[in-house]
């Protein structure tokens, strides 16, 4: 009932930048919590970033300052503008969307098909 699509992503030189998009789209009461993470080669995925309706938000030490998550609820779409991109930061980058759908009463968390960012030395 609930598709993200995520993009954006792409080959960038270390220093650059990239700003990825994710929109939500179906049978939408409501999108509480948004955000992204990312799983590189061989390591299990991690939060990158993360991002409530109100506006608060959640930054993996190791992204801050660097990264900016923001969103437009009108849209139903978060964003992640990156910059100073570093070889380390190579990997699928997914969008994760906390979720009411219309007639349900609880909510739920769904996972975008992932797009690939690969930075370059």
Same mark, same amino acid.
């Given at each position: 009932? $609930?598709?993200?699509?995520?993009?954006?992503g792409?080959?960038?030189?270390?220093?650059? #930048?990239l700003?990825l #998009?994710c929109?939500? #789209?179906?049978?939408i009461?409501s999108?509480?919590?948004m955000g992204?993470?990312?799983q590189a080669?061989?390591?299990?995925?991690?939060?990158?970033a993360?991002?409530?309706y109100?506006?608060s938000?959640?930054?993996a030490?190791?992204?801050?300052?660097?990264?900016?998550i923001?969103?437009?609820?009108?849209?139903?779409?978060?964003y992640l503008q990156?910059?100073?991109?570093?070889p380390?930061?190579?990997? $699928?980058?997914y969008?994760?969307?906390?979720v009411?759908i219309?007639s349900?009463?609880t909510?739920?968390?769904?996972?975008?098909?992932?797009?690939? $960012?690969?930075? #370059?030395?």
């Amino acid at each position: 009932q $609930v598709q993200l699509v995520e993009s954006g992503g792409g080959l960038v030189q270390a220093g650059g #930048s990239l700003r990825l #998009s994710c929109a939500a #789209s179906g049978s939408i009461f409501s999108i509480f919590e948004m955000g992204w993470y990312r799983q590189a080669p061989g390591k299990q995925r991690e939060l990158v970033a993360t991002i409530t309706y109100g506006l608060s938000t959640n930054y993996a030490d190791y992204v801050k300052g660097r990264f900016t998550i923001s969103r437009d609820n009108a849209k139903n779409t978060v964003y992640l503008q990156m910059n100073s991109l570093k070889p380390e930061d190579t990997a $699928v980058y997914y969008c994760n969307a906390q979720v009411r759908i219309r007639s349900y009463s609880t909510s739920s968390y769904y996972w975008g098909q992932g797009t690939q $960012v690969t930075v #370059s030395s």
